[in-house]
């Protein structure tokens, strides 16, 4: 039977000669004190009850002293002796590099008050970070330094040591276990820290990053660049073959017209035509001169008039020869130099884009050969001269922590399930 139910039972059997008032006193005091003892907590390590509810509670005491060196205990001491007399030492190289160069997605003023790199440059280091993880990195230096080997040796506690018969996938995830990369979105400054068993083996591994991520970032560029070459190789070759096409039919004009210079011989033309007016006004004016005093049926008069009207011929022939006349069908000064103007206007606009494109081209060679992208080293790699890792002292405490929760949370658990079975 319950304690307070037997003492309430106790107290009312000798109590009926009592008078009413007093047994009502001590029924309230009674039910007082079997409600403080129903709210007092109950001490899991303290027995009470029959012979088989003490049995029954030391079972749970057992219990919950085994579960606590089951779960506290031991794995607290497992991984003390492990990361004190078995981890194996981890040292850590750092180094911190940037992309360099490109053109800047912003104007150059604007970017740099803002705080913003250029755009081309954040790609290439968002890039770069993804390639330090990538599988294209550890197949890189796998090939130099044999990783597995490296990450292999024997010295390496078990834990820590990578099984050399492991498929490459298992190899890129101990990897990134391995290599920290974080960026500066803001800087697009790049962090690298490396760890592994040896400070020289840390240190190679951090160079041999370096310059696969600067072999990459002239890669990134390279393609661009030579791919621009090639376009402009391509159009100068072209305006070398359309000048040489308009030189040629400048050639064959003149060849054509029988004329080595249009420009002279236009020259030479308007000079003869003044010649001939000239002259043929003198010898109006002579003619003017002697009629007044000699008939015009004279001998002297008719040969003058004959000269004039062959000057007139003369002139009207010249005439024709520039300008073309009535006749269309014959070659005009004037159509030829047309046709020489057309085709020097040709030859000109294929001399200029032969030299623009030869610009372009040389251009094009010089930024193929020039190294416009590349790492900027802001931290170098120096050997470490002590072991970083594992934190001990960290590891242990959350070892415990977490044991200490797992085991408080079950007892917790264990303790509101047996009381409420019990009621």
């Known amino acids: 039977m319950n304690r307070p139910l037997a003492e309430a039972t106790r107290i009312q059997s000798p109590d009926r000669l009592m008078p009413a008032e007093s047994r009502a006193a001590l029924i309230s005091k009674s039910l007082r004190s079997i409600a403080r003892r129903a709210r007092t907590p109950r001490n899991v390590f303290v027995a009470s009850g029959s012979g088989e509810d003490r049995r029954w509670h030391q079972v749970f005491v057992w219990a919950i002293v085994a579960g606590f060196g089951l779960i506290v205990v031991i794995p607290n001491l497992v991984t003390g002796i492990y990361l004190a007399f078995v981890a194996s030492d981890q040292y850590a190289t750092e180094t911190q590099f940037a992309v ?241 103007d057309v085709a020097q206007l040709d030859k000109n606009i294929a001399e200029k884009q032969y030299i623009a494109a030869a610009a372009a081209y040389e251009h094009a060679r010089i930024d193929l050969e020039t190294q416009n992208v590349y790492l900027a080293s802001f931290l170098k790699p120096v050997l470490a001269q002590e072991p970083l890792y594992p934190r001990r002292v960290w590891l242990w405490a959350i070892v415990a922590i977490i044991s200490l929760l797992l085991w408080g949370g079950g007892v917790g658990t264990a303790v509101l399930v047996r009381n409420h079975l019990a009621v």
Do not use: C
Not at 102 to 107: A, F, H
Not at 154 to 178: A, T
Not at 181 to 193: E, F, H, L, R
Not at 250 to 262: C, T
């Open 100 to 340: 360099r160069g490109g053109e800047s997605g912003l104007p150059s003023q604007f970017a740099g008050l803002i705080g913003i790199p250029a755009t081309p440059r954040v790609q290439d280091s968002l890039i770069l970070t993804d390639y330090i993880r990538g599988r294209s990195m550890v197949d890189a230096i796998d090939k130099d330094m044999n990783l597995r080997r490296l990450f292999g040796r024997k010295h390496v506690d078990f834990l820590s040591r990578f099984n050399p018969k492991r498929s490459d996938e298992e190899l890129m995830h101990y990897w990134r276990n391995h290599v920290d990369v974080n960026i500066d979105k803001v800087s697009g400054i790049i962090t690298v820290v490396v760890r592994a068993f040896t400070p020289q083996d840390s240190l190679n591994l951090t160079n041999h990053i370096t310059a696969q991520s600067e072999k990459l970032v002239n890669e990134l560029t390279e393609r661009s660049r030579s791919d621009a070459l090639r376009q402009a190789q391509a159009e100068l070759d072209r305006a070398r073959q359309n000048l040489q096409e308009k030189t040629t039919a400048m050639r064959d004009l003149r060849n054509a017209e029988g004329v080595l210079d249009s420009g002279r011989q236009n020259e030479a033309m308007t000079k003869l035509m003044a010649e001939l007016r000239l002259e043929y006004i003198h010898m109006q004016q002579e003619y003017a001169a002697q009629r007044k005093a000699v008939s015009a049926d004279a001998p002297q008069m008719r040969v003058l008039e004959a000269r004039i009207q062959s000057m007139k011929d003369q002139i009207a022939g010249v005439e024709t020869q520039m300008t073309g006349g009535t006749n269309q069908t014959a070659g005009s000064l004037s159509k030829t130099m047309s046709r020489f």
